[in-house]
Structures are given as C-alpha cells and as structure tokens.
C-alpha cells in the first residue's frame, strides 16, 4: 500500500524568509511524486513533480522540491515566501503502473507580513 | 481552453435524496477521476476511468456510481445520498493512466461543495 505523510498541520513564516513544508512517502516500487497547492474554495493547482532524473525538482511560481530516496522524503521548498504564497499544500504519491494518486492530509501554510 | 469544469458548484440534499455531479474537461485527455475532500483527510478517490468505456473503484466507492459518458465527461452519481457524504467533490483529468511518468499530471476542476442534511 502507498502513503504519504505531511507531519505538520500548519507552517508559519514570515515574508522573505525560507519556507519549507515536509512531505515523506512510501510506495512500492519507483514512485512519482507531486506537490499541488489549494486555495481556499479553488480546487487544487499542480506546483511540481518527480518522475525520474533530477534529485531537484523546480516547479511554479519559485518553488522548488528535492526528492531523497534513502529518507523516502520529497520536502517542498521555497527560499524567500510571499503573503500571496498561504495557502493549503499537499504532496502526493503515485506507484509505477498504478493508477491511484495518494494524498498527505495537507499542511496549510500561513506567511505572515 | 477551460481545462476541468465541474457543475453545480455547491449543493444542499435531504438524506435519501440522489442527485448527479457533472464533470468535464476540454484537454483531450483519456483518464479522469472523481475524489473527496474531507477536513484532515487529504483527498481520496472515489472512483476513476482510464479510458472512455472503462471504470474502476477506487479508495471510497461506496453509495457511489459513474459513468464515462465519452472521452469528455465523467459523472458520479448518489443514488440516495447521507449525511457522511458531506464533502467537497473534486474531478481531475490526466493524459494518461500509467503508460508514462510524464503524462500523469492530474488537473483538477474548482470542486462541488455537497451538503447533506
């Protein structure tokens, strides 16, 4: 079975400092991985992914995520935040040939000014 | 190119009541998929579809149905809805299934925010 683990419910931070929101996984086999971002009453947005390649994902609006296989981690990252960046985030897995797309509970985000 | 739109955006139901959520995307893509959203508990699916002419259970099947109506649409549907359907619905769209790492992006539509006395 896959799953995913979001360990904080909230993140606070000022602006223009690093944001970080933490995400590990488990899954069998390789595993394809996703960041979304949800505002509130909008649905979900797609912010990055890890497919394959690259450790260091760059996705939108700066942010960034590294995948780390040896601590199952896929940890969203973002090195200056902005107010316009609090929002709901959630990382998602996905096995190879598996059609199922499984969702962390979701760590909302507050960047206070 | 309005990518996923989903109909009616909030509902009220009386328990018992059945009603059906309309999803559909313009992005030519083959799979599609229906999932909730429920306080703490991320998103899960409910039901997905590969491929038109195809439908598979997911995480929450149950008091639910869909049809694949074409390439397009995909509707869910509570045959008699209850109070522990309350939830927001989301439907989603990818290119493909499983064939290529790259084509799995799932695009989500603005949700349907269901309410069930």
């Known amino acids: 079975a896959q799953s995913v683990a979001q360990p904080e419910d909230q993140v606070n931070v000022a602006e223009g400092n690093p944001l970080t929101v933490k995400c590990t996984y488990s899954?069998?086999?390789?595993?394809?991985l996703f960041w979304y971002v949800q505002y509130p009453n909008r649905g979900l947005q797609f912010l990055l992914k890890?497919?394959?390649?690259?450790?260091l994902v760059k996705g939108s609006y700066g942010f960034e995520a590294e995948f780390n296989k040896s601590q199952t981690s896929f940890h969203l990252k973002k090195p200056s935040a902005l107010v316009s960046d609090s929002a709901l985030y959630f990382c998602a897995v996905r096995g190879t040939g598996d059609y199922k797309l499984s969702f962390g509970a979701g760590t909302t985000v507050t960047v206070r000014a | 190119n309005a990518g996923v739109t989903q109909t009616p955006k909030f509902q009220v139901l009386k328990t018992g009541q059945s009603m059906t959520l309309q999803c559909a995307q313009d992005?030519?893509?083959?799979?599609m998929y229906w999932y909730r959203q429920d306080p703490g508990m991320g998103l899960r699916l409910i039901y997905y579809s590969a491929s038109e002419g195809t439908t598979d259970k997911g995480e929450v099947p149950n008091g639910y149905n869909v049809s694949r109506l074409n390439k397009r649409e995909f509707s869910l549907r509570l045959e008699s809805a209850a109070p522990s359907q309350t939830s927001v619905y989301f439907c989603a769209s990818s290119e493909a299934g499983t064939s290529g790492g790259n084509r799995e992006t799932q695009y989500f539509g603005p949700g349907t925010r269901l309410l069930v006395l």
């Open positions: 890890y497919i394959t390649g690259d450790n």
């Open positions: 992005m030519n893509h083959n799979s």
């Open positions: 899954v069998s086999g390789n595993p394809y």
